[in-house]
């Protein structure tokens, strides 16, 4: 299925048709503000085997991300971090932004799984996307669509996405034109932040 959502103003019936189909298992395919992504109940362990079984990966080896609306949502997911840590992730967000934190015991069971204890959160400036969150009310977990970070292999346009997956998926979303560069990430876990990709989020540590 292919719902076209305007960017700027998603119509409601459709933001309401997305969050049955969240609600009942349902992978779908989001716009980001970075590249086009898979995205699921971050509590639903059926749905998120669902995207291990169609990017061909194991759970424990999956590069997950929780998908939050705020900085305050963050706060549920993760252990105290520091002063200057806070300020850095408060003056990126909403951004191309991929932020690792410790996590605390309130995180779905995918992150706890986790040998490392630590979860990867993103805020993505994304009008669609927030108000799936909002809408939903709690987190979606999220990767890209693509396997590796090789800008070759990076799918820009919805139609095609959908013609790749629809079989897979119980819906993509077309908000629009994808990017091809994925969101910078910082290992925020220490006391000072760490560069760990330098993607589309411009950023000075």
């Known amino acids: 299925m292919l719902i076209t959502l305007h960017p700027d103003n998603p119509q409601p019936r459709e933001l309401a048709r997305l969050i ?18 898979f995205a699921c109940d971050a509590h639903n362990l059926k749905a998120i ?3 291990c079984r169609i990017k061909g990966i194991k759970s424990e080896k999956a590069n997950f991300s929780l998908l939050c609306k705020d900085l305050k949502h963050i ?12 300020r850095l992730v408060n003056s990126c967000l909403p951004g191309p932004y991929t932020f690792i934190f410790k996590a605390n015991g309130n995180v779905p069971k995918i992150f706890k799984n986790s040998k490392k204890k630590e979860i990867g959160i993103r805020v993505p400036d994304n009008r669609i996307v927030q108000l799936l969150l909002e809408e939903f009310g709690h987190p979606l977990v999220s990767t890209s669509i693509h396997s590796s970070d090789s800008q070759e292999d990076y799918l820009t346009d919805a139609e095609e996405i959908h013609e790749k997956f629809e079989n897979v998926v119980a819906a993509v979303i077309d908000g629009g034109a994808g990017g091809i560069i994925p969101s910078t990430v910082i290992d925020c876990t220490g006391e000072e932040a760490i560069l760990i990709r330098e993607g589309k989020g411009e950023i000075t540590i």
Do not use: C, M
């Open 20 to 37: 049955q189909i969240l609600q009942k298992d349902g992978v779908i395919i989001i716009p980001t503000d970075t590249v086009y992504a």
């Open 49 to 51: 085997e669902q995207i």
């Open 75 to 86: 706060s549920e997911y993760t252990a105290y971090f520091e002063r200057n840590i806070y």
